[in-house]
């Protein structure tokens, strides 16, 4: 399997547009071939890949050295105001891990919910417990997985970079999906090198020194307005400083895992992966 203490690891999430069939096993097939090092498994819509099949997957995986990580699904709500479709978003998080450990999969995202009529304080709050729950849960059956609590584009979904990072050194076992794009849109700046560095030194300080060496991040363009993320586009046509950030990442000795969410996914993993590869044999 391939490290993450080899650099960045670049892959897309999901099935690459130009993969012959929709299957995952194709997809990692694909991603061999294309060169990328890495898929995130996308159950966003539900965790429906049976066990059989995960189990295929991850050992395809491990002979053509692709790393694996799992998005939770899209309808997680850790703070909805009904208990119901609260302990739902838990036994969805608890889904998804199950089937990242068949997978061989070590890293589950998922976003954390919605500030709705709450404080963001409260939001915090109610969205901790939830989190604690799962991670115990998880404990108890001895799964692996390790959650990732992503950084959001909504300026009405819990995800900011502080609340994710706080929320990080507070809960143990907890680490951080870092969504550049989220985090340009959200505070309409943040895109420029000194930025980027800003941002992973932050990182690095809240969570410590080895936390650069072991990151998940997503990227892709983005449209956005007074309300944070509208929808994603493709690097070249969004106003985003790709080339400063890929150069702060370099600069810091980031290491894990790169996934684009770019409408053209493979064609921007395939740009950033070169861009981060030039840099590498400058330095």
Excluded at 30 to 52: A, P, Q, R, T, Y
Excluded at 62 to 67: D, K, P, Q, S, V
Excluded at 186 to 214: P, T
Aim: aromatic share 6%; hydrophobic share 35%; net charge positive.
């Amino acid at each position: 399997m391939t490290s993450a203490s080899k650099g960045l690891l670049f892959g897309t999430a999901g099935v690459p547009l130009s993969t012959p069939g929709t299957s995952t096993l194709a997809a990692i097939e694909h991603i061999k071939k294309l060169g990328l090092d890495c898929l995130e498994v996308e159950f966003v819509k539900g965790v429906n890949m049976g066990s059989d099949t995960a189990r295929a997957v991850k050992e395809r995986a491990a002979a053509l050295g692709i790393r694996l990580s799992v998005h939770a699904p899209y309808y997680v709500n850790l703070n909805s105001p009904e208990q119901g479709k609260r302990l739902s978003s838990q036994e969805r998080l608890i889904a998804s891990a199950r089937m990242a450990e068949h997978l061989g999969a070590k890293d589950v995202v998922f976003h954390g919910g919605y500030y709705g009529h709450d404080t963001p304080e409260k939001t915090y709050e109610t969205i901790k417990k939830g989190i604690k729950e799962v991670i115990s849960t998880l404990k108890a059956g001895k799964n692996t997985a390790v959650l990732r609590l992503e950084t959001m584009g909504k300026k009405s979904q819990f995800g900011s970079l502080d609340e994710v990072l706080f929320m990080c050194r507070e809960v143990e076992g907890l680490l951080p999906c870092l969504d550049f794009s989220h985090i340009h849109a959200r505070e309409g700046g943040a895109n420029s090198y000194r930025h980027f560095l800003r941002i992973l030194r932050k990182v690095e300080k809240k969570l410590g020194k080895d936390s650069l060496a072991n990151v998940h991040i997503h990227i892709s363009g983005v449209h956005y307005g007074l309300k944070g993320e509208v929808k994603h586009l493709d690097l070249k046509e969004s106003d985003f400083h790709y080339e400063d950030w890929v150069q702060a990442l370099r600069d810091v000795g980031a290491a894990g895992m790169v996934i684009c969410e770019s409408p053209n996914l493979e064609t921007d993993a395939i740009m950033l992966k070169n861009l981060y590869q030039s840099y590498k044999l400058k330095g």
